[in-house]
């Protein structure tokens, strides 16, 4: 099925993968435009060379290509891929969430408040050093190879670690560096956790859940 839009108006629009669309509408004719739902994974025509200006909210499953240049609107809030070919995230948004992504992930210089990477298993972490005003980052799931990169995270907040494989083994060091860190959620043991506390100053919370409590160290390092 194709399905024409010339002459239609609209602020939201949302494809998904039981209507069976063969080729993606001319999304450009929608000017309006400001959230995009797409669970069609049979879709091919994204229309490459249009920027979407009003474009505020995306949500994909299995975007196709790898770059994200043609949704940059410059006001972009919440963008939300899923089991996509993305390789290179080059845009600026306030709120990025990656799950389970087919290909090497690198990120850009873009400005991201928040980036949540679910099950991501290819993502190359050393490159998040590159994102600007980044405040918040968290990993469910996902393969976390260092933290070096943490130092230059000036702005970061909240660093969280859920279910990430092989957590307690990673070099800590670098967490003491982030001088904006406020909140520390990993799901590592007591022990670990008491241990990170007694390095971290007491203004940041440490841990999860029953196990949570304040830093010990009076001052910043």
């Known amino acids: 099925m194709e399905l024409a839009t010339q002459g239609v108006s609209a602020r939201l629009v949302a494809f998904h993968e039981e209507v069976g669309l ?11 435009l400001t959230t995009l ?34 949704f940059d609107s410059g006001a972009l809030k919440v963008v939300e891929l899923f089991h996509g070919r993305l390789s290179n995230v080059d845009l600026s948004c306030i709120q990025l969430r990656l799950g389970a992504m087919r290909q090497n992930v690198e990120f850009g ?11 991501c298993s290819r993502i190359d972490v050393a490159s998040l050093s590159r994102v600007k005003g980044l405040k918040t980052l968290i990993f469910r799931a996902s393969r976390v190879t260092s933290l070096a990169f943490l130092p230059n995270l000036r702005a970061l907040e909240t660093l969280a670690l859920y279910a990430v494989p092989g957590a307690s083994k990673l070099d800590m060091g670098p967490l003491f560096l982030c001088p904006s860190l406020r ?5 590592v043991g007591e022990r670990t956790l008491r241990e990170l506390a007694e390095r971290l100053p ?11 409590f304040p830093g010990l160290r009076s001052h910043p390092p």
């Open 22 to 32: 063969k080729v993606v509408p001319n999304l450009q004719m929608f000017e309006e």
């Open 37 to 70: 739902q797409s669970a069609a994974r049979t879709m091919v025509d994204w229309t490459r060379n249009h920027r979407f200006a009003n474009l505020r909210d995306v949500w994909i499953d299995g975007y196709p290509d790898d770059s994200l240049q043609r």
């Open 109 to 119: 210089n873009a400005t991201v408040t928040t980036i949540d990477l679910e099950s």
């Open 183 to 187: 909140n520390l959620e990993i799901n």
């Open 202 to 212: 007491s203004t940041v919370r440490v841990g999860t859940g029953a196990l949570r």
